[in-house]
């Protein structure tokens, strides 16, 4: 039973473009939920989060959308860079617990 | 400002033996999270320790325990290895136990199996 999902794999974008990349849950309990990237041989770096409380949290060129009652979360990049290209993970928890469930990621391409 | 630090970053095994990992956390962080990550499966949860105590735990048998000392550092052990325990099992740490504090992962310990 996977209660984070992200159905795309892959996502390539052109530079200086916009990448979307998308997140669905199934546990409505869950009332915090994050971004990471992950490079190779590397371990997951904090991108943003967002509590449940809110529907969208920017930082820079990040911003994540919560729609509570489609049950989705996205990431948006803006604009794209190289350096970009990465793993990327949507995670979910529970307050009062440092317990995150993790999507399959998706492998995002930034192309010059 | 130090991140989190796992050592060793590779380890080989055979069935049979057992591996302790360690993990020293982001100064002033005091919960320390692991998670195992696999192809197949992705990255789950395997337990979080909060002042010396387990406060959570994942799905995984009794084989995979862990502690956590005074001074946060944590290590978790996994006794009599299987071939799919080979994974690369990542640390995090985070400010506190509540669950609105994001985790900081360390860059993990490669574990292979033979």
């Known amino acids: 039973d996977q209660q984070v999902k992200q159905n795309s794999p892959s996502l390539s974008v052109q530079e200086g473009r916009i990448s979307i990349l998308n997140c669905d849950y199934t546990?409505?309990?869950?009332?915090?939920f994050l971004w990471y990237k992950k490079y190779p041989a590397e371990g997951p770096t904090f991108l943003i989060s967002?509590?449940?409380?809110?529907d969208k949290n920017e930082d820079g060129r990040f911003t994540v959308f919560l729609n509570k009652s489609a049950k989705h979360l996205s990431l948006h990049i803006v604009p794209s860079q190289p350096g970009d290209s990465a793993v990327y993970f949507c995670?979910?928890?529970?307050?009062?617990?440092?317990?995150?469930?993790f999507g399959q990621g998706t492998r995002l391409t930034i192309n010059p | 400002k130090a991140g989190v630090t796992q050592t060793p970053r590779y380890l080989i095994k055979t069935r049979g033996q057992q591996v302790t990992l360690s993990c020293s956390p982001i100064?002033?962080?005091?919960?320390v999270s692991w998670y195992q990550q696999t192809p197949g499966q992705g990255l789950q949860f395997l337990f979080e320790?909060?002042?010396?105590?387990?406060?959570n735990k994942g799905n995984f048998p009794g084989r995979f325990s862990g502690r956590q000392f005074s001074n946060s550092r944590s290590e978790m052990n996994v006794s009599t290895l299987e071939l799919g325990d080979s994974a690369l099992y990542l640390c995090?740490?985070?400010?506190?136990?509540?669950?609105?504090?994001?985790?900081?992962f360390g860059d993990g310990t490669r574990l292979s199996i033979l």
């Open positions: 320790y909060f002042s010396e105590t387990q406060r």
């Open positions: 546990n409505s309990m869950f009332d915090y």
């Open positions: 995670a979910a928890s529970f307050q009062g617990a440092q317990k995150l469930v």
């Open positions: 100064s002033g962080h005091r919960s």
């Open positions: 995090a740490s985070s400010l506190d136990s509540w669950g609105d504090q994001p985790q900081h």
């Open positions: 967002i509590s449940s409380i809110k």
